[in-house]
Nanobody, 118 residues
């Protein structure tokens, strides 16, 4: 059974930092590109950051220079370090695992809430 379990969401003041974690189980971690998405109320889910199996990272423009994605293949963990948080970063953050060869094979976590107060 595949599970992606996020943690680390919280209420934080603008300018603060949070570190989100995603624990993966039931997948061969090295075969999956990992990503973080977010969805704010009344908005579409958007891609925040990705970390491919080849070691390539990418970020949406609004978080470049503030967020850092990382992954630990031994622990099967993915992290999102978020610094200089802004109120517009408030959203539910979701962890995603997408097979590097079969993109239709992807999995989602249940989400973790991040709220940034001004």
């Amino acid at each position: 059974q595949v599970q992606l379990v996020e943690s680390g969401g919280d209420l934080v003041q603008a300018g603060g930092s949070l570190r989100l974690s995603c624990a993966a189980s039931g997948i061969t971690f090295s075969f999956y590109d990992m990503g973080w998405y977010r969805q704010a109320p009344a908005k579409q889910r958007e891609l925040v950051a990705t970390f491919t199996t080849g070691g390539v990272t990418d970020y949406t423009d609004s978080v470049k220079g503030r967020f850092t994605i990382s992954r630990d293949g031994v622990k099967k963990m993915v992290y999102l370090q978020m610094n200089s948080l802004k109120p517009e970063d408030s959203a539910v953050y979701y962890c995603n695992a997408r097979h590097k060869w079969f993109s239709a094979t992807d999995y989602w976590g249940q989400g973790t809430q991040v709220t940034v107060s001004s």
